[in-house]
């Protein structure tokens, strides 16, 4: 199997320019590609997941990749996939959202084998000493108007009265077109890959190379990921799925895998781990015989959470998330329990009320909201549903002190199997 083989089974070959020119060329020798990363905020998110793990599926395979952070384009905007015209950022912001975009990429990407080790380049480089003339007569020249507004993002855009399309925007094309010829000139790379919305750039690409460098090369387009019920991929109520744990904790965002919907599951191990075909068709064949027993979500959200955030960070991920299925609360540690605060009802308690002797279960299980009243909680308590950190309570006479909190502040009260209540002493 070679890599355009291994996407095709994935599922993640959309569009090729001329794929059987394309598998002639990646059999002969390795083939330098490249994929470019919009800095528009300060962190990947789950959706540049699909081509920037192409791009490491590739070195895998032996080829060379490129990542491009938009040090340049992303100064304009890219209108492709955009109903409005999307707002400029500052060059500070800009500067400060690619430093973590190349941190982000240096994790994923393997810079240090000697084999073929991927590079990581600003596209700013070449194109800020270029003066505006210099580029309107060296680059500008080489494109037709008629065909840039045959393009979809620009012509979708042009066709919406209300929201247009600026001059600005307009140029985007020129662009990124530039970058693929300047690396086609420098780097000798062959290949642009990127998102399917990225075809008609990827093709203006190709087009400048051929016309300058009387040089061919190639494009390669990946399916934009959308959920089994129509939605878009990687949006949340609570918005965007980010990598950086700072915006979307480790928690939250293995949880994000471990509720894909079940329909989605297989494909999406084939999207985004770098599990065989072995291992995922057993788990498929798993997920269709005991779907109860989530074997797929959970290597899924396993393989991507480690991919990227380490395994110490996933295993903690995976404790916390099994406190609310019953789980011990041993290894959990303070950050980890603290992200449940969020996904569970909370209260606050004075915490000088558990000084001493403390108060009686009965009660706080009433100032929980988890029983209506002392006596439905003696009878809660009685019939063994009710847990305090998730062990089972034995006698209604208990009481509560602050010797029973975790970390010197929270109680996990629960009834029956799935009732959670976070008491956190204040």
Not at 69 to 94: H, Y
Not at 300 to 310: D, P, Q, S, W, Y
Request: one cysteine or more; charged letters at 25%; a neutral charge.
């Amino acid at each position: 199997m070679n890599i355009l083989d291994d996407l095709r089974w994935r599922g993640l070959l959309a569009d090729c320019t001329d794929e059987e020119e394309l598998a002639k060329r990646v059999a002969a020798a390795p083939i330098v590609l490249y994929c470019g990363f919009d800095p528009s905020a300060e962190s990947l998110h789950v959706g540049n997941l699909v081509p920037l793990l192409a791009l490491r599926r590739f070195q895998l395979f032996g080829h060379h990749p490129i990542a491009v952070a938009g040090g340049a384009t992303g100064q304009i905007g890219d209108p492709s996939g955009k109903t409005v015209e999307r707002q400029l950022i500052t060059k500070e912001t800009l500067a400060a959202n690619i430093a973590c975009l190349k941190e982000q990429l240096r994790r994923l990407l393997d810079f240090e084998t000697p084999a073929n080790p991927a590079r990581l380049v600003d596209n700013a480089d070449w194109t800020a000493p270029v003066s505006y003339l210099d580029f309107l007569r060296d680059i500008g020249k080489h494109f037709s108007v008629n065909v840039m507004v045959s393009k979809e993002s620009v012509r979708s855009r042009m066709e919406d009265r209300d929201a247009g399309i600026s001059y600005t925007e307009f140029s985007y094309m020129l662009l990124q077109a530039f970058d693929f010829y300047y690396l086609r000139k420098e780097y000798n790379c062959e290949l642009q890959i990127g998102g399917s919305d990225q075809w008609g750039n990827i093709t203006a690409g190709i087009d400048l190379c051929r016309k300058k460098l009387a040089a061919g090369a190639f494009g390669l387009t990946l399916p934009l990921i959308t959920n089994a019920d129509g939605t878009k991929f990687g949006k949340t109520v609570a918005g965007a799925v980010w990598l950086d744990p700072s915006k979307t904790s480790v928690y939250r965002f293995y949880q994000f895998w471990i509720r894909t919907d079940d329909r989605d599951v297989v494909r999406y191990l084939k999207y985004f781990t770098f599990l065989g075909q072995g291992e995922i068709e057993a788990l498929a064949r798993q997920h269709a015989e005991r779907p109860e027993d989530r074997a797929a979500h959970k290597a899924l959200a396993k393989a991507v959470t480690e991919l990227i955030h380490g395994p110490a960070a996933t295993l903690e991920a995976i404790r916390a998330s099994e406190v609310l299925f019953g789980g011990g609360l041993e290894g959990v540690s303070e950050a980890s329990f603290s992200e449940l605060v969020g996904e569970v009802p909370s209260k606050d308690i004075a915490k000088e009320k558990l000084e001493g002797a403390g108060r009686p279960l009965i009660e706080l299980l009433v100032h929980s909201g988890l029983c209506p009243s002392k006596g439905q909680a003696r009878k809660e308590i009685d019939g063994g549903g009710i847990y305090v950190n998730n062990v089972r309570q034995a006698g209604w006479q208990r009481n509560i002190t602050q010797a029973d909190l975790l970390f010197g502040r929270r109680l996990l009260l629960r009834k029956g199997k799935r009732n959670y209540v976070i008491l956190t002493a204040t």
